[in-house]
């Protein structure tokens, strides 16, 4: 893993991945530009014709959305490859980062238009998961999980929560199409998603009846 960065009251930042600022909230806030972020993160580098049939749209279409995201930085020409006829594109980070309370404030139209294209992104994983599932090895069909736990935390334990969730992360070996090769026999690409969501239309306890109590002062069934 790449060397790290400390966030100041967040968890830390690898140095080959991207803080999101305004230019980039709002370059990304097109669900096309970020499928293909990650299409050239987790496949390396491709041409608009290739990531335009991995996503079903046409290779103007994809192209035109390249360029914007190379004029914002998120991807650059690999001039290695190709020719005159043929761009070849490979992306600059290999994270993204977007926790700045203040940014989506002053960015509320951009911010939910990333995070909205972001949440569709991760729907659609585990949608190609399950219908791949009963194709996969017996051994990688057992390590499919979808769970969700219901629990009732301060602000202050819910961040912790998370900081304790992305240093179990941390601590495992991070995927690129770059070090693909330097992996265990059997290593294979896992997509870990965390998603903490605030319910905060779920009734507090003050508002919810009171049990009857027994003599002794217990509740009772």
Do not use: C
């Amino acid at each position: 893993m790449a060397d790290a960065v400390e966030r100041p009251g967040g968890p830390k930042v690898e140095k080959d991945s991207i803080v999101l600022d305004a230019q980039g909230l709002r370059a990304l806030a097109h669900p096309v530009r970020v499928q293909l972020v990650g299409l050239l993160r987790k496949y390396g580098p491709s041409t608009a014709t290739r990531v335009a049939e991995r996503l079903g749209v046409n290779s103007g279409t994809a192209s035109y959305h390249l360029r914007q995201l190379g004029a914002a930085g998120f991807v650059e020409e690999d001039t290695g490859r190709g020719n005159a006829r043929e761009r070849w594109w490979r992306s600059v980070h290999r994270t993204t980062w977007f926790n700045d309370p203040e940014l989506a404030e002053r960015e509320p139209e951009a911010a939910l238009a990333y995070q909205q294209s972001v949440a569709s992104i991760y729907t659609l994983r585990a949608q190609q998961t399950l219908n791949e599932l009963q194709t996969m090895p017996r051994a990688w069909r057992n390590t499919f999980d979808m769970s969700d736990w219901a629990l009732r935390l301060t602000p202050e334990e819910t961040a912790d929560l998370y900081r304790e969730l992305t240093e179990v992360i941390a601590r495992y070996r991070r995927d690129a199409p770059e070090t693909a090769a330097s992996a265990p026999e059997g290593a294979e690409r896992v997509a870990v998603i965390t998603q903490i969501l605030p319910e905060l239309d779920a009734p507090a306890a003050s508002s919810l009846p009171s049990l009857p109590q027994d003599a002794e002062g217990k509740p009772t069934s």
